[in-house]
């Protein structure tokens, strides 16, 4: 079984470079789009219908990728080399680029419906083509590799931007769309896959670091595609995770570390002590207090916190006793990772009904 530990030393990574790199995301350190947040697509963009997969290659994926290899006229062969194969009706939707070694040239594997999403997907893919040619098939780490799958998105969305506008907003709302994917639920396992090394490995992990670090190069005025692409098993030294990880120390923590529990002092009074601390405030948080207190006594609350024992996140939940199921009540993660503290609230609740996840044991 390939684990996390694994996964690290093929990566020549530390799980704690990385758990800073989710810490600075979390907290809105790291960008994971190239606009501003108002200015990205509010609502979704009805977009005409693609042509077929060939001609949206040749009319955009080949052009944008090539543009961002100004240099290098091999980039551009390379790219009119590419084969394509559908998925066979009934097979499994799994996009891929198949490396055929150096008599054939990678072929393309992808189910195309004409849509702004399978145009993004086309552009992921041929990147993986030309980084595996350019790197002489040289086996690139997973981060590195799907980093250069990003950044071919990337590429895309700059070329059609001045393109085709339409297209592009659609695009847009198909990137951020997938943050939600990669960003939300990839990094909230990857959060919790670095609490435990043996964790198995599952290959969605490499999506969250590779997207971030996509957006980071991309916007760099430094970056070298062609040293990426081409570098092959070495690819790693390209990546910014160092930089990203370093943006952790210059956080502002809004929320006071949390002083270690006496075993003398009840739960009740150990939350109590706390709210005391802040007199000016103590009439506006009476009710949260109350509530709070409710959940205390109940043994229904969940606080989430960081290594350095500050406050990531709250949940709190009521027991049905008739028949011994539960409901989530309120769910808070100011900084982002709900979908983590959902996953230590499924291990701290009792065995709830079949519409929530089971679990028993203290969260990690």
């Given at each position: 079984m390939f684990?996390?530990?694994?996964?690290?030393?093929l990566?020549d990574?530390?799980?704690?470079?990385?758990r800073?790199?989710?810490?600075?995301?979390?907290?809105g350190e790291?960008?994971?789009?190239?606009?501003?947040?108002e200015?990205?697509p509010?609502?979704?963009?009805?977009?005409?219908?693609?042509?077929?997969?060939?001609?949206c290659?040749?009319t955009?994926?080949?052009p944008?990728l090539?543009?961002?290899?100004?240099?290098?006229?091999?980039?551009?062969?390379i790219?009119q080399?590419?084969?394509?194969?559908?998925?066979t009706?009934g097979?499994?939707?799994?996009?891929q680029?198949?490396?055929?070694?150096s008599?054939?040239?990678p072929?393309?594997?992808m189910?195309?419906?004409t849509r702004?999403?399978?145009l993004?997907c086309?552009?992921?893919?041929a990147?993986?083509?030309l980084?595996?040619?350019?790197?002489?098939h040289?086996?690139?780490?997973?981060i590195?590799?799907?980093?250069?799958?990003f950044?071919a998105?990337?590429?895309?969305?700059?070329?059609?931007?001045?393109?085709?506008?339409?297209?592009?907003?659609a695009l847009?709302?198909v990137?951020a769309?997938?943050?939600?994917?990669y960003?939300l639920g990839?990094?909230?396992?990857?959060?919790?896959?670095l609490?435990?090394?043996?964790?198995?490995?599952?290959y969605?992990m490499?999506?969250?670091?590779?997207?971030?670090?996509a957006?980071?190069l991309?916007?760099s005025?430094?970056?070298?595609?062609?040293?990426?692409f081409?570098?092959g098993?070495?690819?790693m030294k390209h990546?910014?995770?160092?930089?990203?990880?370093a943006?952790?120390?210059k956080?502002?923590?809004?929320?006071?570390k949390?002083?270690?529990p006496n075993?003398?002092?009840?739960k009740?009074d150990f939350?109590?002590d706390i709210e005391a601390?802040n007199n000016?405030e103590?009439?506006?948080?009476?009710g949260?207090?109350t509530?709070?207190q409710?959940?205390?006594?109940?043994e229904?609350?969940?606080?989430?916190?960081s290594?350095n024992?500050?406050?990531m996140?709250?949940a709190?939940?009521?027991?049905?006793?008739?028949d011994?199921?539960?409901?989530?009540?309120q769910l808070?993660?100011?900084?982002?990772?709900?979908?983590r503290l959902?996953?230590?609230?499924?291990?701290k609740?009792?065995p709830a009904?079949?519409?929530?996840?089971h679990?028993?044991g203290?969260?990690a």
């Amino acid at each position: 079984m390939f684990t996390i530990s694994d996964w690290l030393a093929l990566h020549d990574l530390q799980a704690s470079a990385l758990r800073n790199v989710l810490t600075a995301h979390y907290m809105g350190e790291l960008k994971d789009h190239l606009l501003e947040a108002e200015e990205l697509p509010a609502t979704k963009t009805a977009a005409a219908r693609l042509r077929s997969q060939e001609e949206c290659f040749k009319t955009y994926v080949a052009p944008a990728l090539a543009a961002g290899f100004p240099e290098n006229s091999d980039v551009a062969k390379i790219l009119q080399c590419s084969e394509f194969k559908s998925l066979t009706e009934g097979q499994v939707y799994r996009p891929q680029t198949v490396d055929r070694g150096s008599v054939l040239p990678p072929v393309i594997v992808m189910d195309w419906r004409t849509r702004p999403e399978d145009l993004m997907c086309l552009a992921h893919e041929a990147a993986h083509t030309l980084q595996i040619i350019l790197s002489g098939h040289d086996t690139m780490p997973p981060i590195a590799r799907e980093t250069c799958a990003f950044i071919a998105e990337l590429l895309l969305l700059r070329f059609v931007q001045k393109n085709d506008p339409a297209l592009h907003l659609a695009l847009e709302q198909v990137w951020a769309e997938e943050n939600a994917a990669y960003l939300l639920g990839n990094l909230d396992s990857l959060a919790d896959g670095l609490l435990n090394l043996n964790t198995p490995y599952h290959y969605y992990m490499n999506y969250p670091l590779a997207r971030l670090s996509a957006v980071r190069l991309f916007a760099s005025d430094s970056i070298s595609l062609i040293d990426l692409f081409s570098s092959g098993v070495s690819a790693m030294k390209h990546l910014p995770i160092e930089e990203m990880a370093a943006q952790a120390a210059k956080l502002n923590y809004y929320f006071p570390k949390l002083p270690e529990p006496n075993k003398n002092t009840s739960k009740l009074d150990f939350y109590r002590d706390i709210e005391a601390n802040n007199n000016q405030e103590r009439s506006k948080l009476q009710g949260y207090y109350t509530t709070l207190q409710a959940h205390l006594f109940a043994e229904t609350v969940l606080i989430w916190l960081s290594e350095n024992q500050r406050p990531m996140g709250c949940a709190t939940w009521a027991r049905r006793y008739n028949d011994n199921t539960s409901e989530v009540k309120q769910l808070t993660t100011p900084f982002g990772g709900h979908v983590r503290l959902q996953r230590l609230l499924d291990k701290k609740r009792k065995p709830a009904n079949s519409n929530d996840l089971h679990g028993r044991g203290e969260p990690a």
